[in-house]
């Protein structure tokens, strides 16, 4: 190795290392009761090092929603990209659509099912009182989700009132969420300990289903 990249690299194992420390940090105390110094010593670096790459706490509290962002958009920017382009098709067949949005919606679930318990955490307290972390969260992921949903509603429901499509886009949007904001409730009430294979496809079936419901019913 260079030994001009070694700087480099050790920054962004630096770096790398708070991400990871205050992404559990921020999601189990919140923000404010989250304490700099406590993060730098589980990531073993310096707490100066807080100041350098991130320019102190509001900075670094961004940072991880960044990161949180680049590693979802990692997952849905080539689902995104491919309903782009069915979009822009001139007499893209209905069916088409439906099997796009309904891959999307399943994209969705498959993402609250797997997400990392801290990114969950991270998310809800953020959606407690929105600041700029969420409006970044909102911005690159859930506005472009639900336009995405919203677009390929539109095709499937021509002359619909826009206002009644964007909320049918945020009705089916919100049975995938629900994983994440009533995962809890909804286990007990299901009589599951866990969300395994078996679970998953019972999910799938029957968010598939009322998707199609309410995309191609009145």
Known sequence: MDDKSKPSVRGELTRDALLEAATLAFAREGFGPANLREIAQAAEVNQALIGYHFHGKEGLYLA?????????????????????????????APERCLEALLGL???????MVHEHPAWCELVLREQQTPGPAYDLLYREVIARHHGAMFDL?????????????????ATIASQALAVRHSRVPMMRLLGWDAIGPRELDLLKAMIRRNTTLLALGD
Not at 72 to 89: N, S, T, V
Not at 105 to 111: D, I, K, M, R, T
């Open 153 to 169: 509603l539109r095709k499937l429901r021509p002359g619909e009132d826009t206002g009644r499509v964007r909320l049918l886009a």
């Open 64 to 92: 991880v929603f960044e990161r949180l962002v680049a590693r979802i958009r990692q997952d849905f920017d080539p689902i995104l990209a491919g309903i782009d382009q069915l979009l822009q098709e001139p007499e893209a």
């Open 105 to 111: 919606v399943e994209g969705v679930l498959l993402h």
